[in-house]
Structure formats: C-alpha cells, structure tokens
C-alpha cells in the first residue's frame, strides 16, 4: 500500500500495528470504560453562573448567560426558548464546527441579540444553507443551549498569547483563525504537557454545559445534542461519555483506516483522543452506549472524508446496534460537507420522535 502522505513512510501503519488491532470490533461496555477512562469523565457543574442580557425574537426568547468551568475566560452560551412554552420541554446542546473558524463559535449556529456578522454569513451559506440551525430548532419546540468550547469565542486564546511565529496579517477575523489553526498544535502539546488532552477539555466542557441545560426548569428530562463536523466530533464524543438521550453527528464519521492517507490532514485534535485509536474505531467510540438513539449524517461527495470508509463506519455501528436496530439510523445524502435544511428538517424530526 502506497500513501501519499507519508510517501516512503508507507509501510507504518503495517509496522504500528494499530489498524490490525481496530480491525475487530471491541466489546461496547469495554469501549465505554476505556473512553471514560482516557477522557478523564466525572460529573462537573458550571461554577458562578450569571444572565449576562435576554432579548425576544420571532417567538424566541433568549438569554446570554456565562459560567467558569474552573480555568480561562468565562464561557458565554446563549439558551433559546419557544416563546409560547407552557411546560417542561425536551432539551438540546447545540454543538458548532470547527471549519478552521475559532474567531467566533455558538454564532455559526444560532442567532443572538446582534446582527450577524459577515464571516458568519458567508460560513453559514456554505454549511448549514444559510440558516442558524438552532434558532430553527427552537421553534420546533425544544429548549437550546449553544455554548462557545474550550478555545473558540469567549473562550478563545487571546491573540498576543499566540506566539508571534504563528500570527498572521490581514482582516482581524481571518487573521485570527489562521493563527488559531496553527496554535491547536501548541495547545495539544500544553494538554499532554498538563496531563490532559484536547479531546478530553472540550468534552468536560460540553458535558459542563449538558449539566446546565439540566438544571433550567423549562427543560424536562429528555436530552439530546446535534452537531455538524467538529459539532459532530463533539457529539459523538458527548454520547459516549454522559447519559444524554438521543445524539445526531452530521459530517463526522468514518473509520480510522478510512482516514489514511489523505484525511488526516484536515482534521482537528479532537477527532484523535490519546489512546482511543490505538485499539478502537472512532465507529466503535460513537456506537458504545448502544442502545441509546444515535443518528448519523453522511454525505457521499464530503471532500474531508473517504466515501468507502464511511459506509464501513456505518456497518460497523449498525452492528453495534443488532440486537436495537431502530435506535441507529446512519443516513446518506448526496453534497459537499454540510447540514443543509433537508438534512436539518430531517435530523429535528428524529430528535422530536426520540426525545418526547
């Protein structure tokens, strides 16, 4: 086998041994423990919670509220609720991309107090059909909380902490993620240097503000999360390590051989926890707390991942799901790497039958 990437390197992965080691799928309740144990999972609550302003919006209503998970700058998150509501409502973490994009994060996905800002834009109409797929959400009767994570929006590395190396000119937003795609890098080496990795930070942080959505007395006891690409890395990464009810991963599946050779380059920290891909498929990750709901969302032309191993990907969870096969729905659409309206109308119509 020949690689691209790794040219007259080719014969690692053969010498490593670890797709030989994937290549049976291991026990679910040992996945389950051995992705606790590497993403270091305890319960955590949000510390000095605050309602920072709300406002009202066709039918919604809003809040930015903020909270310390115990290091850095405050998280800023805004929850969105039907105006209209009487009563309890099922409950949804709104997870956003990564898209090499850490300027701004919940504003890829929801609408706030404030107008939207150009990149935004831009990046919505390329991703997610130019809507704010959580706003859309919230008028289909459920209560949403889109936090910023562990280095995008508030909770972003500031600049002039950046070292200048990796800084760049140009417009303040552009500028900023270039530099920030870079600094990953850096910020991978600080987590093994402190114990940790970047996987691991991002999921305490999503499972923090899981345990905030929960508390909201407007939200019943059904919880879900839904996200495209690194909000599908996150989603998955959420269904395996907390009790959330019902997951939807958009754009962010495939075996772990299926990445080799030519899509490893475009994927972020989070996709490859220390530890997991040593013995377990990134599959098995999203599929171990079968029989719990689990929808995946594929599409066939997404340049990031390789067809073929996508549709391995798909067998190999659906035979996690054997004995539960209505639990695992893994959908393919055609198109570039997206969560368009079809597929959005599509995922909220599962989210509502599983998690009412």
């Known amino acids: 086998m020949s690689y691209a990437h790794l040219g007259s390197y080719s014969d690692w992965p053969d010498w490593s041994g670890a797709p030989a080691a994937r290549a049976t799928p291991p026990d679910r309740d040992q996945v389950r423990r051995r992705v606790h144990e590497l993403l270091a999972v305890t319960d955590e609550e949000p510390a000095e919670v605050r309602v920072e302003r709300r406002w009202q919006d066709d039918g919604i209503e809003g809040e930015e509220v903020s909270w310390s998970v115990g290091f850095g700058p405050r998280t800023r998150a805004w929850l969105l609720r039907p105006a209209d509501a009487t009563g309890p409502l099922p409950g949804i973490v709104g997870l956003h991309s990564h898209d090499g994009f850490k300027f701004y994060g919940k504003e890829k996905i929801a609408d706030g107090p404030d107008p939207i800002p150009p990149s ?53 937003v552009e500028a900023y993620n270039a530099a920030a795609r870079d600094h990953e890098h850096l910020v991978e080496k600080y987590c093994r240097l402190l114990g940790t990795t970047f996987a691991a930070l991002v999921n305490r942080e999503d499972r923090i503000a899981l345990a905030y959505l929960r508390s909201r007395p407007e939200v019943g006891d059904q919880l879900g999360c839904v996200g495209l690409s690194g909000g599908g890395c996150r989603a998955a990464l959420l269904q395996a390590t907390s009790d959330v009810a ?55 032309q997404d340049d990031l991942f390789d067809l073929t191993a996508a549709q391995a990907a798909h067998d190999r969870i659906a035979g996690h799901y054997a004995d539960t096969p209505d639990a695992y729905q893994g959908r393919f659409y055609d198109g570039h790497h997206k969560f368009d309206r079809r597929m959005q109308d599509e995922a909220f119509d599962w989210l509502g039958e599983h998690l009412r």
């Open 246 to 300: 019902a997951s939807v991963v958009v754009g962010m599946m495939s075996t772990y051989d299926g990445l080799l050779d030519r899509h490893v380059a475009s994927h972020t920290w989070m996709f490859f926890p220390a530890g997991v891909p040593d013995t377990i498929d990134w599959s098995d990750l999203a599929a171990c707390r079968a029989p719990s709901p689990l929808l995946v969302q594929y599409n066939r």
């Open 120 to 172: 935004i834009a831009a990046l919505r109409a390329n991703a997610y059909d130019g809507l704010a797929f959580a706003n859309r959400l919230c008028r289909r009767g459920f209560v949403v909380l889109v936090p910023d994570v562990f280095c995008w929006g508030s909770r972003g590395f500031p600049l002039d902490a950046i070292p200048e190396s990796m800084r760049r000119t140009g417009e303040e």
